[in-house]
């Protein structure tokens, strides 16, 4: 895995390409890696030693009633234990969204679900929720929509630039360890 900087010089699908626009527009400075498809946890370690990045396990979820959706970001080595966040956010229980929602709101499919994904709810559907722990990290390494590739940018410029252009704001909660 080869650490590179900026975009691909090759054509990729548009979710992907529309993910580097946005950084490019926002003029964030971002490296990348593309890897074989990762769609485990197991994988995004290896991932996340190559790009020395934290990168998050990312759950979309509902409320009971399917009123609100929420994506999850949370430290790969911490247990999404779903009372914990409910109390946190005043919500009734949550479980995991459809894949059919996940694809409607944010314009992804399971495996590839990452922050990047918010900037295609334009309506706002989904909240943000994330472990207050992420604060520590200088480094955030997600997918571009799609998990045959990541990247590395800095958590300042996710909370500076991405959340506010894409309109998006953070509510943090408190994530137990495993």
Do not use: W
Request: net charge negative.
């Amino acid at each position: 895995m080869e650490l590179k900087q900026g975009r691909p010089q090759e054509k990729r699908i548009a979710k992907e390409e529309r993910v580097y626009d946005l950084l490019e527009k926002l003029h964030i400075d971002y490296q990348r890696i593309d890897h074989e498809k990762a769609d485990t946890m197991e994988i995004c370690l290896e991932i996340e030693k190559s790009l020395q990045a934290t990168i998050c396990k990312n759950l979309f979820l509902v409320n009971s009633n399917k009123s609100q959706y929420y994506l999850l970001m949370l430290k790969g080595h911490k247990k999404f234990k779903t009372k914990n966040i409910s109390k946190q956010i005043n919500s009734s229980r949550l479980s995991f969204g459809s894949d059919e929602k996940m694809h409607e709101y944010l314009d992804i499919t399971p495996g590839s679900v990452s922050v990047l994904g918010l900037m295609n709810d334009v309506k706002n559907n989904v909240q943000l929720l994330m472990d207050q722990d992420l604060l520590e990290d200088e480094y955030l390494g997600c997918h571009p929509c799609i998990n045959t590739s990541s990247l590395k940018i800095k958590m300042q410029d996710v909370f500076d630039k991405i959340l506010p252009a894409i309109n998006h704001q953070a509510i943090f909660v408190e994530v137990q360890d495993g």
